[in-house]
């Protein structure tokens, strides 16, 4: 079973940036092995994948809302997995979650995954 911890939420303003984390508590295999997905849920809305990452090679999905601030890659040596979030917006204000699919996936097409495994959240809030 892979237990994952994010960590980084804070309260920042529109504009500003945030690094959130994503790190495996347990696990047999390190966190290249796995597919890789950020996804965030704002308060009445439904969860929404923002960003993922492949095993392997890493190809990278992003949601439009995401394309061009935010930046999915991997630290291999520190076995996590960083969303690097900019130019945030009140918009982007939700809880954040990473997940893992169980298996192997070295496709382009991470963001359709059924991802297994889920952190507990990290809350971002951007307000002025």
């Known amino acids: 079973q892979l237990q994952l911890v994010e960590s980084g939420g804070g309260l920042v303003q529109p504009g500003e940036s945030l690094r959130l984390s994503c790190a495996a508590s347990?696990?047999?295999?390190?966190?290249?092995?796995?597919?890789i997905g950020w996804f965030r849920q704002a308060p009445g809305k439904e969860r929404e994948v923002v960003a993922c990452i492949s095993s392997g090679r890493g190809d990278t999905n992003y949601a439009d809302s995401a394309k061009g601030r935010f930046t999915i890659s991997r630290d291999s040596a520190k076995n996590l997995v960083y969303l690097q979030m900019t130019s945030l917006k009140p918009e982007d204000t939700a809880v954040y979650y990473c997940a893992a699919d169980r298996g192997y996936y070295d496709g382009t097409a991470c963001s359709r995954l059924e991802y297994d495994y889920w952190g507990q959240g990290t809350q971002v809030t951007v307000s002025s």
């Open positions: 347990t696990s047999r295999r390190t966190l290249d092995y796995y597919p």
